[in-house]
């Protein structure tokens, strides 16, 4: 069977129809999308009529849902953080969620039981969750950006390095280093005290496509010197979910084009699902 990944946008198309899908592949999603959901269904009473239904599919019985979020599958990425315990208790939140969409409630009932369910976690969760990864990922990028500008001196001797056969493997490395610094982060608070270098030398090439993904829009962003775009560190994070051999359902530019440029298959959700 072969992986179809839904993402938000290709949920959201369906609007309350079951997909009629090739009995080939097998429909699935993640913890993200579920995570965009919600940030979209608190915004206002007209937002989260369009968005139930969506919500509603996640409990359904012809999708796939991987609940986990994406810190958590950042560190399982790398063998070195398996001696951390993984306390995820935000996956109870967006599965209550789905359950009041399914059951009705209404826009004033839902946001008030997800701010109560929220209140140990932060006001609006959800959300100050995305803008966090969001500016994790432009900063970051920004950090690597000035480094190499650095070294280069110019755009066009920047442009000329990156032409060297030897600058995607360096590239790569890279992006995995900063990842690893991410994930000891996450941990820092808890006492642990690996290195970065310590959780990055474990890494064993789990989740490969989300590394590539990453890499490149790295690269395309340094390439065309411009600041990293907001949703990037948010279309990026779903390549987190996708095995090898998944076929990427999406009608976002941007998803569609990381993507084919990591040799991720895809189909456009609006040709598929009309």
Not at 43 to 50: G, H, P, W
Not at 115 to 130: M, N, V
Not at 222 to 249: C, K, M, Q, S, W
């Amino acid at each position: 069977m072969i992986p179809l990944y839904f993402d938000t946008c290709a949920l959201r198309r369906l609007g309350r129809r079951e997909p009629s899908v090739n009995s080939c592949f097998t429909p699935v999603t993640g913890g993200l999308t579920a995570v965009e959901l919600v940030r979209a269904a608190e915004r206002s009473t007209a937002e989260y009529a369009r968005v139930r239904p969506a919500l509603a599919h996640l409990s359904a019985d012809w999708l796939q849902v991987d609940w986990r979020l994406p810190e958590q599958i950042l560190m399982e990425m790398f063998p070195a953080m398996h001696i951390v315990q993984f306390s995820e208790e935000r996956r109870s939140i967006l599965e209550a969620c789905v359950e009041m969409a399914n059951l009705g409630a209404s826009h004033e009932s839902f946001t008030a039981e997800l701010r109560e369910r929220c209140a140990p976690l932060g006001d609006s969760f959800f959300t100050s969750f995305l803008n966090r990864v969001a500016s994790k990922h432009i900063g970051a990028t920004m950090q690597g950006h000035q480094i190499l500008k650095a070294h280069a001196g110019s755009v066009a001797d920047l442009r000329s390095v990156m032409s060297e056969p030897w600058w995607d493997d360096m590239s790569f490395r890279g992006t995995l280093h900063a990842t690893a610094d991410i994930v000891r982060q996450l941990t820092e608070s808890a006492g642990h005290n690996l290195s970065t270098e310590n959780i990055r030398d474990s890494w064993a090439g789990d989740n490969d496509i989300y590394v590539r993904a990453a890499t490149w829009c790295s690269d395309d962003s340094l390439r065309n010197v411009r600041t990293p775009a907001r949703n990037d560190g948010i279309d990026v994070l779903h390549f987190l979910y996708l095995e090898p051999g998944t076929i990427l359902l999406s009608d976002d530019v941007r998803m569609l084009e990381i993507a084919d440029a990591v040799d991720v298959n895809t189909y456009a959700a609006g040709a598929v699902l009309g």
